[in-house]
């Protein structure tokens, strides 16, 4: 299982970005992909979460309405794209999917995520 994270980077208050994970190594429509985040000295939390076979979302409260997540299958890709982006949102944004057979899970969306990839760098700040 290998999952890449891309598209981070440092965006102004107010401003956007669209996160891609590209997955290999697993059957893509089979499983659930998450996207989750890491601010420094704070625990990892789920942010929002796609089930490949039906399109089927869950966002956290914190994002409703700014974050939409998405995906393409024919690219094996999930988008997360963020608008309003407020300083808070700054964390390493990390992919995951519920294929199983990792060291490490965390709950989100009724589902328990793991491996992961290695995670983009988000900084909102002026």
């Known amino acids: 299982v290998q999952l890449v994270e891309s598209g981070g980077g440092l965006v102004q208050p107010g401003g956007s970005l669209r996160l891609s994970c590209v997955a290999s190594?697993?059957?893509?429509?089979?499983?659930?992909i998450g996207w989750f985040r890491q601010a420094p000295g704070k625990e990892r939390e789920g942010v929002s979460c796609?089930?490949?076979?039906?399109?089927?979302?869950v966002l956290a409260d914190s994002v409703k309405g700014r974050f939409t997540i998405s995906r393409d299958n024919a690219k094996n890709t999930v988008y997360l794209q963020m608008n309003s982006l407020k300083p808070e949102d700054t964390a390493v944004y990390y992919c995951?999917?519920?294929?199983?057979?990792?060291?490490?899970?965390?709950?989100?969306?009724?589902?328990?995520?793991?491996?992961w990839g290695q995670g983009t760098q988000v900084v909102v700040s002026s």
């Open positions: 190594g697993f059957t893509f429509d089979y499983y659930t």
């Open positions: 796609i089930t490949i076979s039906d399109g089927s979302t």
């Open positions: 995951a999917t519920n294929a199983g057979g990792a060291s490490e899970y965390r709950e989100f969306g009724d589902f328990f995520f793991g491996p």
